[in-house]
Structure formats: structure tokens, C-alpha cells
């Protein structure tokens, strides 16, 4: 194990998955908990995360969708047995996640059919928490890639959050989205994961690293020094789902 930290560079004390061993289902046919990533972590940048860990784990069952819905729906049990087990759980997050119904009337949690396509679950995307989560996974496996602590700034850019364009209306996320692609990316379960790294010549953008979770949900991660702040932060002044993570 590596004596540093992935993310601070300070001495490790762990070692931490990356992305977090609760997004991988646990109990279907298919074991998705083999060959997790893992890189070596300090206290702080171990236990700090727990708390994006476990939103965007109910973020992302939330989210799912077709047949990801039918293969995760173990995982997607949990979150839902989480909610009802733990009342503050929910609660704390009230300003994200609300139990809404279609129809009028409105259930108690231990009432609620969850499979019902009368209900659903209405997210209200948090976009510090999803920037900061995608930014640790994405430090985790530029380390995990190439052997990276990066000592600088990622520019966050969750495509499904939202679509870019440029001035002239060119498609950046749809230019993205085309080469975040299984077949040109790493990952042993890339049903649940799968990502490549990218080094840059660009004096503005050092490395890149482009990330999907659950085949739906894709996101490009730029690394750029701290000094570039306003100009990354100008550019992209509109879009507030694009978040810049020290």
C-alpha cells in the first residue's frame, strides 16, 4: 500500500474504494463486488466522504431507470429500507429528496408502495454534494490509473445534470457523452462502473478523466490548476450544475 493519500498527500492510514463499495449491488446473480478499486486514504478524506457516499447512493437508485431498475433492484431495496428504518435520514436531507404521489392524498413512509408506478420519488439534485462526490472518484482513479496525486483543482461536469453549449450552439455534452464508451473505457464491472484517464498537453487542462455509473449516468472530470479559477468559473458562469472542486 502506497504511504500517502490519494487525494491530500498526507500519510495513509486506509485504504478506500473508489467509487464507494455501496454503490456496487450486493446479492444479485451477478457478484459486482469483485475487483473493487481501492487506494490508499488518510482519516479525513476517508470519513468525510461518508456523508456524499450515502446521498449519492440514494441519489443514484433514485435515478435508475429500465432494465438498470430491474438488475439493481437490491441495491435499490436498501436505500428504500434505509429511508423507512431511519426517519432522520430522510429528514436531513429533506431539501433534496420529498415522497410525492401522483395522486392526491399523501401516504406514511411505512405505507408506501414503493413499486407503485403511482408513486415516485421527486430528487432535487444537490449539486455541491454530486461535485465533490465525482471529484474524489475521479482523484481516486487518476491514482489508482497512473500513480496521480493531483495537487490542484477538477472542473466538474455532470452530463446528466444538465447540457452545455458553446456560444456558436455546439454540443459539448453530446461531444463528451461520445467518448465516454464501455468499449474505449476500464472497469471490471462496467455494468455499475467504468471510466478512462486522459493526459493533456493543454496548459490549462492537465489530465481528464471521464466517468459513467450504472450506464446512464456519465461525467467528464478536468483537472486544471487553482490559478485558472476565474477563467474556468467565467466560462461556465450559466451552469450551475458544473461545480469547481479544490
Not at 456560444?167 to 467504468?194: C, Y
Amino acid at each position: 500500500m502506497s504511504k500517502t493519500c490519494y487525494y491530500c498527500g498526507a500519510p495513509s492510514k486506509t485504504l478506500e474504494h473508489v467509487p464507494p463499495k455501496c454503490l456496487f449491488p450486493k446479492g444479485t446473480k451477478k457478484n459486482y463486488r469483485v475487483n473493487l478499486i481501492k487506494v490508499p486514504s488518510c482519516d479525513l478524506h476517508n470519513s468525510n466522504k461518508s456523508g456524499d457516499d450515502q446521498y449519492m447512493m440514494v441519489y443514484f437508485a433514485a435515478r435508475a431507470k429500465g432494465l438498470d431498475y430491474e438488475k439493481l433492484r437490491p441495491h435499490i431495496d436498501k436505500t428504500i429500507k434505509t429511508i423507512i428504518r431511519k426517519p432522520h435520514f430522510l429528514s436531513e436531507y429533506t431539501d433534496q429528496i420529498k415522497i410525492t404521489e401522483k395522486v392526491e392524498g399523501q401516504p406514511s413512509l411505512s405505507g408506501i408502495d414503493w413499486y407503485n408506478p403511482k408513486n415516485y420519488v421527486e430528487l432535487k439534485s444537490n449539486y455541491e454534494r454530486i461535485g465533490n462526490f465525482l471529484a474524489a472518484v475521479a482523484r481516486g482513479v487518476l491514482f489508482f490509473d497512473k500513480g496521480i496525486q493531483w495537487d490542484g483543482a477538477v472542473l466538474v461536469m455532470p452530463h446528466f445534470l444538465g447540457r452545455l453549449e458553446t456560444e456558436d450552439g455546439t454540443d459539448l455534452t453530446k461531444f463528451n457523452e461520445l467518448f465516454i464508451d464501455p468499449d474505449f473505457s476500464t472497469g471490471n464491472n462496467q455494468e455499475i462502473f467504468f471510466y478512462r484517464t486522459d493526459s493533456h498537453e493543454d496548459k490549462n487542462i492537465k489530465y481528464l478523466v471521464d466517468m459513467c455509473f450504472y450506464n446512464e449516468m456519465k461525467a467528464t472530470c478536468l483537472f486544471v490548476p487553482r490559478e485558472m479559477h476565474l477563467q474556468f468559473v467565467s466560462n461556465f458562469s450559466k451552469a450551475d450544475f458544473v461545480r469547481w472542486v479544490d
